[in-house]
Structure formats: structure tokens, C-alpha cells
């Protein structure tokens, strides 16, 4: 893996090129070229275009030692609500949105970056989820961390509705009602 210093000028400009031209004109020559790196710097680390975008956002979501932070202020309902409403805001934010369609659309067709994707982003927040529902006593975390998420993605995904504060509040009541809590 490439070193901290090159992976963070590497994710810099990974993200400067898709906001600036988009997803599908990224280049291995062009993210390299504009990290001031080696081409082969970056297949050393990286198999594609979308697996460097891809870890520059995770990058993002992830504490500096690399784990997956939950709200937990003792409070389940406002720690879910402060979560869903977070990744609202990043899933809508006008700079982030197009990139993080980006790579779902790629995560699609890229077979090894859909493991990835599953891996480090996926399972790791289900269970950071998971992990405080349990410690907000709920019972069958697994499955209500699913819940509390699968709609927000799904809405996400196929732009079905508005996603906003309202919606996180209300959204956080109905899984707290399935999870007996409420």
C-alpha cells in the first residue's frame, strides 16, 4: 500500500479531477500525473480509477485510525438521528453526490471493487450500527441496523423522495417502533 503521504496526495487528487471532469474521464495517467506520482505507484496500491475514488471516500468516513465512528452520547434516538441525518448530508452534498454515484455505478461492474466496497465500508458501518443499537438495548441490532439503513440507500439510490431532517426523524421513530424501543 502506498504511504500515508502519497496515498493523501493520491485521494486529493483523485478528487479534484471527478469534480472537476467527472467519473468517466478519470485516467490512471491523469490521477498520477496530478499526484505527482508514478503510474505504477498507483497499480501497486489501486486496480483502477474507481478503487482510488472509492478509498479517497472512505478515507473521508473512516476516524484517523481507520474505524467507522457512530454517534453514541448515551441517547439512541438522537445518536440515530444525528447518523441518518450525516449520511443525508454527505450522500446529498452537491461535491460528494456525483462522486459517491460514481462509484455505486461502477461498484456494479467492478467485481473486486464491490468487494472492497463490501468489506470496508459496508460491513464494518453495519456493524458500528449494529453495535450501538445493541448498546442502546435493542434486541436483534443486526437486522434493525439493516432496516435503519437499507431505506435511506434505497431512497438514495432511486431518488424515490426527499431525503431531509424531517424524513431522518421519522424514519429513526419507525425503526425504533420495530425494534420495540419506542
Partial sequence: MASRRTRARVHEAVLS?????????LTMEGVASRA???????????TSTGAILFDALLARSQSPDGIVVVP?????RADLIEL???????LCHPTTEPLLRSVTAAIQTDLILATQYRKLLLEPQMQAVAGRLHR???ERAEELAEILVGPLLHRWL???GTLDNSWAEAHVERVLRASGTS
Fill in 36 to 46: 505527482g506520482v508514478g503510474k505504477q505507484t498507483l497499480y501497486r496500491s489501486w
Fill in 84 to 90: 441518518v441525518q450525516e449520511t443525508i448530508a454527505e
Fill in 72 to 76: 453514541d452520547s448515551g441517547n439512541l
Fill in 136 to 138: 442502546g438495548g435493542v
Fill in 17 to 25: 479531477l471527478a469534480s472537476l471532469e467527472g467519473f468517466t474521464k
Fill in 158 to 160: 432511486l431518488r424515490s
